[in-house]
């Protein structure tokens, strides 16, 4: 979830409604002339006309009325988020929501399910939406979406799993050794970065690049084909340096290590702004060589969600 996704803009007939989504509560407007539940919410009863309308509580229960599974996003900002499971959703007061199931699998939606709130912080100022889940899971009804929350949390599960992993340490003139780390096996993702338009804009900066595709999300959202701002290439290629990658080994024994490039860079797919990325890699060959030991790490870095890569980079590094 990032600052680029838009957001709901509240207005004073709605803002009780998303004010109190920040204190994880679902409240609705009730008439209190004729009982009647509405939503969304307005100034006046929809069934009766009256003025008589006041913010009641509501479990935040219901049933799914219907959803659809979107597999191409709804909006290049939701690319990280595929596929994004669309719902309306019926609550015992009678008045449908739309919103997004989280928590479930797709083979588990089912129109009639009882499904209940979730409330999904997704900006450091507070700012919540209203999701929902099956009412027998045994998920958080509040939760941190924030960019600085997954990643904290991204973070240390990388961490603990790469700490719980033994890794093989391998000296560097063992060839047999070094060749046996060759293959076609990707390691576990990598812990993910969010890549917002600040950082893009920091990157233009430093590089001089600041072509308006990268740049002007205005501009962006009308001309370009990704139907907004995206990462430049070589950004989201040295962000690699930034993931924490479980590689599972490491080489010993060395006197020095030179990094000597990269025998192919590309850069297949794009990064929109506002996405998360994570890497793996693998190890594509090792080659004795008369100045040293030269390994070759394919390294993939993938928009999560994406089975495609945003920027394949086979780095070679040199033991000596
Ligand atoms: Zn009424």
Redesign the pocket.
Known sequence: MSMNKPMPAPTEISAPFWNALKEGVLRIPH?T????WIFYPRRH?D??F?HAVEWREVSGEGQLYSYTVARIPTLPDFADEMPQKLAVVELDEGVRINTTLVGVDEAEIRVGMRVKAVFDKVRADGATLLRFTGAEKDFPARLDSTPEALAAATDAKVTAEIAATSVRQVRFDDEAAMKSLVSDVFTPWSSKVVVDQALIDEFARLSGDDYWIHTDPERAAKQSPFGGTIAHGALVQILQSRLKMPLGFEVTGFNNMVNYGSDRLRFPAPVPAGSRIHARARVKSVEKLAKGMQLTLEVTTHVVGNDRPSVINDLVILYM
């Open positions: 008439c002339a004729c009982g009647h009863c069934r009766c009256s």
